[in-house]
């Protein structure tokens, strides 16, 4: 197509230039013959037409921002419940949560359980530095046979969150969680964090 829009404009400039030498050599004036008036409108839009699409082809085109690490995988990867004490529907709940707060904040509340983990503080950064959870996102890590739990901020959101976070786990985790109904436990307090990032971005 663009060589063409090329080669058209060059024959047709090339003839004009013939019928203008003719007339020259015969002393008339050559822009009052209506074929060539009609072929220098012809020569000028095809080269109109010719530049236009060569704009167009060249322009560069954007390419889309590549999503951040911590962007929701439709595989629920943000739910790592490695000691299997969540049900099929908490971690379908969890993963709809995630998805709401990455579309409305573009933050991450990961949810990882295990056994007996010495240190669970520990087992929690590591998590999440395989996640690749940013500054603004959290992660609760439940040990159930070590019966321990651990709500774990990101270096950005803990200048700004109000509670301390193992007062604040304790509150919504500790009954649920005292009893075994660990779904009850994790939906109640990410659900807290939900409502509490709302509230924070407002």
Same mark, same amino acid.
């Given at each position: ?17 013939? !019928? ?80 709401r707060l990455w579309d ?7 949810? !990882?359980?295990?056994?007996?983990? *010495? ?55 500790? *009954?649920?969680?005292? *009893? ?23």
């Open positions: 197509m663009r060589i063409a829009l090329i080669i058209v404009p060059c024959v047709a400039l090339g003839i004009l230039l013939a !019928v203008m030498a003719a007339g020259v050599k015969k002393g008339t004036n050559i822009f009052k013959i209506p074929a060539v008036a009609w072929m220098i409108t012809g020569v000028m839009v095809v080269a109109a037409i010719g530049i236009g699409i060569e704009k167009t082809e060249g322009s560069p085109v954007p390419e889309p921002a590549p999503r951040p690490s911590s962007a929701p995988l439709a595989s629920g990867s943000f739910v790592w419940d490695d000691a299997n004490a969540l049900s099929a529907k908490t971690l379908r709940e969890l993963d709809e949560r995630n998805n409305r904040h573009s933050v991450t509340v990961a949810v !990882v359980t295990c056994n007996n983990e *010495r240190d669970l503080e520990e087992y929690a950064y590591r998590q999440a530095e395989q996640m690749g959870l940013g500054g603004y996102d959290m992660i609760v890590a439940l040990d159930i046979r070590g019966e321990n739990y651990w709500l774990l901020l990101g270096s950005d959101v803990s200048r700004d969150f109000p509670y301390d976070c193992s007062e604040y786990a304790y509150e919504y985790l500790e *009954r649920d969680f005292d *009893r075994g109904d660990y779904d009850e436990a994790v939906l109640d307090l990410t659900e807290a964090l939900e409502d509490w990032y709302g509230a924070y971005y407002g």
